[in-house]
């Protein structure tokens, strides 16, 4: 299989829909949203669930990285 590797050699998988998490953003502004502790939660819970590829199991929403992350064309590290 193809696909970017971590330091540790696990294959990761690519964040994907920004476009859209961008779009709902939008229309939160747009709209009647109030924030609140659980709006935020819920916001970022779905924001979460938009961008990350439909191969990612449902427990992975919304949980932090167990991996190092890595973004193609950059030399950029992102921390551990």
Do not use: M, W
């Not at 299989?1 to 859209?20: E, F, I, K």
């Not at 992975?60 to 950029?76: H, K, N, S």
């Amino acid at each position: 299989g193809g696909g970017l590797r971590s330091a540790r050699g696990n294959y990761l998988l690519d964040t994907v829909n920004h476009g859209r998490a961008f779009e709902y953003l939008l229309e939160l502004l747009n709209g009647d949203f109030t924030l609140s502790q659980k709006n935020v939660v819920d916001t970022l819970l779905r924001l979460h669930s938009i961008i990350k590829p439909s191969g990612c199991r449902e427990f992975e929403i919304g949980a932090f990285r167990l991996c190092d992350v890595v973004i193609g064309g950059t030399t950029y590290i992102p921390p551990s």
